[in-house]
């Protein structure tokens, strides 16, 4: 799969190990940055990498920052990206057999680096369970329009 990845200060040094992750495990990575300690504002990397799955040029995303929340409340932003704050395995699993999840954010404070790299393991290899979980993702989608 062609994955986006994306971080802030706090996010990148795991960014950049799961981005060598990624590669070991044959996957294709766009890295939006950021590359290094200097501040930055995560909005600015969810804005690439939602943007990057929203049209498709990014089959996935993953975004770290410091606790995974402010890259998930800016991606989800964007229309038609399901970005789910993961910080342990169960979730990651569920937010892609349920809520079909397309970007994986996490917390590099919160998480060790090995588990990072399990959540994110868990939720490349989770299918969409569909069924009955179709109609509340179109139902997600509808809210996009919520105030129209
Ligand atoms: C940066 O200090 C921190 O606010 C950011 O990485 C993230 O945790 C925001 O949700």
Same mark, same amino acid.
Request: glycine share 12%.
């Given at each position: 799969?062609?994955?986006?990845?994306?971080?802030?200060?706090?996010?990148?040094?795991?960014?950049?190990?799961?981005?060598?992750?990624?590669?070991?495990?044959?996957?294709?990575?766009?890295?939006?940055?950021?590359?290094?300690?200097?501040?930055?504002?995560?909005?600015?990397?969810?804005?690439?990498?939602?943007?990057?799955?929203?049209?498709?040029?990014?089959?996935?995303?993953?975004?770290?920052?410091?606790?995974?929340?402010?890259?998930? $409340?800016?991606?989800?932003?964007?229309?038609?990206?399901?970005?789910?704050?993961?910080?342990?395995?169960?979730?990651?699993?569920?937010?892609?057999?349920? !809520? !079909?999840?397309?970007?994986?954010?996490?917390?590099?404070?919160?998480?060790?680096?090995?588990?990072?790299? $399990?959540?994110?393991?868990?939720?490349?290899?989770?299918?969409?369970?569909?069924?009955?979980?179709?109609?509340? $993702?179109?139902?997600?989608?509808?809210?996009?329009?919520?105030?129209?």
């Amino acid at each position: 799969m062609k994955i986006a990845v994306g971080a802030d200060h706090a996010g990148y040094l795991l960014k950049d190990r799961l981005r060598e992750t990624l590669a070991r495990l044959g996957h294709e990575v766009a890295d939006f940055g950021t590359n290094g300690p200097d501040s930055v504002d995560y909005p600015d990397f969810a804005r690439a990498v939602g943007t990057a799955v929203a049209r498709g040029q990014a089959d996935l995303g993953l975004l770290v920052c410091g606790t995974g929340v402010g890259m998930a $409340i800016s991606a989800n932003k964007v229309h038609g990206v399901r970005a789910a704050c993961c910080n342990n395995q169960y979730n990651a699993g569920l937010a892609r057999a349920h !809520n !079909n999840a397309n970007v994986l954010t996490l917390g590099a404070r919160e998480v060790a680096p090995e588990h990072a790299e $399990i959540i994110l393991e868990t939720f490349l290899g989770t299918p969409f369970a569909g069924g009955r979980h179709e109609r509340r $993702i179109q139902k997600i989608s509808d809210l996009e329009h919520a105030l129209d």
